[in-house]
């Protein structure tokens, strides 16, 4: 076992610490990987807080890693050292299920295995995630970070790039198509570059006023400051498609109502009670109502190659590992434009 320098939450009350994890020599398929940037996750806040009901401690957050590989396994064959490469949400899947061999191993019927709060297949050995200087993975659930992306600037790609980049992919949106993205957070900002990318014609909605200039700096042709009621009735049946990324509480049936006929409305966030869902708001104009949760590997790497022919990258703040904490409380106030990213140097330095 491979002694590994780490950040750790021992509890759901305990802020994250320094901690020592073990990694697992590389087994033949194996691909052990130096970590150099970690991005921070609203999920990996939820979860080092316990607020979802089944975290594990000690727990290593982090599911948005990038790095170089340092060594393979005997059988590998898509990978050498020195490679940058990144690892998602997950490091495992059963592999054998539809939706595994369908390449969407998000939906595996057997449940994917989280990058961290989870449990390894087989060894049933607690999964740690990217606040840590380095991890093993399978090659198979290793994506290729193409060269001409930052990869600091890469690393939120593994999880809020491919968690709108799938949903825009999935229902087709194409250039000319009326987009409207609601919230500008981590979601919200990858969404209007990938769809702006995509040829489409991006409004942002946004409770904030402020974020106005920066929508439209991200490349979006339009901004509705929902706060003001007349905006739902001005724009009305104006959408092909509305990528929601809010978490918060809010009315889902007047973004409904921003559709065309045919129109469809994807959710990407999870507040936390349900929310009502008028019967109309669908039926009269034959409207979808659909949800979508990141993507599979191959698509992952499809979006990673998107982002370097366009020129996608996530906008951050590189922060060293000592701020994480201090980064979480500001996440909560929505005080980062638009993801931190962890530099992993400075966790190396710590040890």
């Avoid at 939706?99 to 449940?111: H, I, P, V």
């Avoid at 989280?114 to 449990?119: A, F, G, L, P, V």
């Avoid at 889902?252 to 129109?263: I, W």
Wanted: include cysteine.
């Amino acid at each position: 076992m491979l002694k590994t320098a780490a950040f750790a939450a021992q509890s759901a009350r305990a802020p994250l610490a320094p901690f020592e994890i073990e990694r697992r020599e590389p087994g033949p398929t194996d691909v052990l990987i130096d970590i150099l940037y970690c991005g921070v996750c609203h999920s990996d806040i939820h979860q080092a807080r316990g607020e979802w009901g089944r975290s594990r401690f000690p727990m290593v957050p982090g599911h948005e890693i990038v790095g170089r590989v340092a060594q393979v396994g005997s059988a590998v064959g898509k990978f050498r050292a020195g490679d940058a490469v990144g690892v998602g949400c997950f490091v495992d899947s059963c592999r054998e299920c539809a939706q595994c061999r369908a390449g969407e191993e998000q939906y595996c019927d057997q449940g994917m295995t989280s990058t961290y709060n989870s449990t390894e297949r087989g060894s049933g050995a607690p999964t740690y995630g990217g606040y840590s200087t380095r991890i093993t993975v399978d090659q198979d659930y290793v994506l290729r970070m193409p060269e001409s992306i930052p990869l600091d600037r890469a690393a939120p790609l593994l999880c809020a790039g491919i968690t709108t980049y799938s949903p825009l992919r999935h229902y087709g949106v194409k250039a000319g198509d009326a987009v409207a993205v609601v919230g500008l957070g981590g979601l919200g900002h990858m969404a209007v570059k990938l769809a702006a990318a995509m040829g489409a014609k991006v409004t942002v909605f946004s409770t904030s006023e402020s974020k106005r200039e920066a929508a439209l700096q991200l490349g979006a042709q339009a901004f509705a400051a929902t706060r003001d009621p007349a905006v739902f009735k001005t724009l009305a049946r104006s959408f092909d498609f509305v990528v929601d990324t809010v978490s918060g509480e809010h009315d889902y049936n007047a973004y409904l109502n921003l559709l065309k006929v045919d129109g469809t409305m994807v959710l990407l966030g999870i507040p936390e009670q349900p929310a009502p869902v008028a019967a109309g708001a669908l039926i009269a104009h034959r409207r979808r109502l659909a949800g979508s949760m990141i993507g599979g590997i191959r698509e992952t790497q499809e979006m990673l190659d998107f982002c370097a022919e366009h020129g996608v990258a996530s906008d951050i703040e590189l922060i060293g590992i000592d701020r994480v904490n201090e980064a979480y409380e500001r996440m909560l106030q929505g005080d980062v434009r638009y993801r931190f990213v962890i530099d992993i140097a400075s966790l190396r330095c710590a040890g």
